[in-house]
């Protein structure tokens, strides 16, 4: 789906949301990174598949870079990559814990909002995904934050 940015009278700019980017860019890459550090703990094609919830052929795609290859996280991000499977091989957290933690982390420390700028005619400015303001409904009773009653 795609949402005009502005519109001045003439065809809005299109842009993809970000949890489209999220959807289609970060967490096929995070699910590959996350293959390749449970591979290199001793972890079998199979037991990474079954951990990340894809299929064989999937992990054996990430490892042999067919698949999910458009992004490339900072050494910084891929640390906490391989902490985040140490975790969740060593029971302190599940894969599903480990890949929510990490996407907003990869959220909050604007990386997403980066990779956003780099594939997409977004305005140098945004930052709608960081503005709690934004958050809000528009439409919004003031006092309460909660939808206007229209009766």
């Not at 982390?105 to 305005?123: A, I, R, T, W, Y």
């Amino acid at each position: 789906m795609k949402i005009p940015l502005k519109s001045d009278g003439q065809q809005a700019q299109m842009a993809m949301l970000p949890q489209e980017i999220e959807v289609w860019y970060v967490l096929p890459a995070l699910r590959c990174q996350m293959a390749k550090s449970f591979l290199e703990q001793g972890f079998s094609q199979k037991q990474t598949a079954k951990t990340l919830g894809v299929t064989e052929a999937a992990v054996s795609q990430y490892v042999h870079a067919k698949r999910a290859q458009n992004v490339e996280f900072g050494d910084g991000f891929k640390a906490k990559i391989k902490a985040a499977c140490l975790g969740v091989s060593g029971g302190k957290q599940t894969a599903y814990e480990a890949v929510q933690y990490l996407v907003r982390d990869f959220k909050e420390s604007k990386q997403l909002c980066n990779l956003h700028h780099s594939l997409e005619g977004v305005p140098k400015d945004c930052d709608i995904c960081l503005t709690p303001d934004q958050m809000k409904y528009h439409d919004t009773d003031k006092e309460n934050d909660q939808p206007k009653n229209e009766t």
